[in-house]
């Protein structure tokens, strides 16, 4: 009986780490992408907003984020980049889906 306990442990430990891995890679592919954005606003007194768009939306590509990170949004106002984009992000669980709306956003004044 207690070999059966150990492998039945074993088996929930297992499947919470499969489950959680595909969890943990949305939030990580998110704070990426937001730290990009965070960078693109450091340097943005240099860069126009199209190369800025660009830039990002290509980086949300090579992660293979969703159609959505690809529409970034920029701001300027007197010496201040406000950069946004919103995007949808599924996760699939045993019994349960739930769409995730994830507004990644930066600003800076240079």
């Not at 890679?25 to 998110?30: D, E, F, K, S, T």
């Not at 300027?76 to 669980?93: G, K, P």
Request: net charge positive; with cysteine; proline share 3%.
């Amino acid at each position: 009986m207690g070999q059966v306990g150990c492998l039945l442990v074993l088996l929930v430990l297992a499947a919470i780490g499969y489950f959680g891995l595909g969890v943990g890679q949305v939030y990580w592919n998110y704070f990426q992408y937001r730290d990009r954005m965070q960078q693109e606003a450091r340097f943005a007194g240099s860069r126009t907003d199209g190369v800025i768009k660009r830039r990002i939306a290509m980086f949300a590509d090579s992660l293979g984020l969703p159609e959505g990170a690809r529409h970034v949004r920029v701001r300027r106002a007197s010496q201040h980049i406000y950069i946004w984009a919103e995007y949808y992000e599924l996760i699939e669980l045993p019994f349960l889906s739930k769409e995730l709306l994830l507004s990644p956003r930066a600003e800076w004044t240079y």
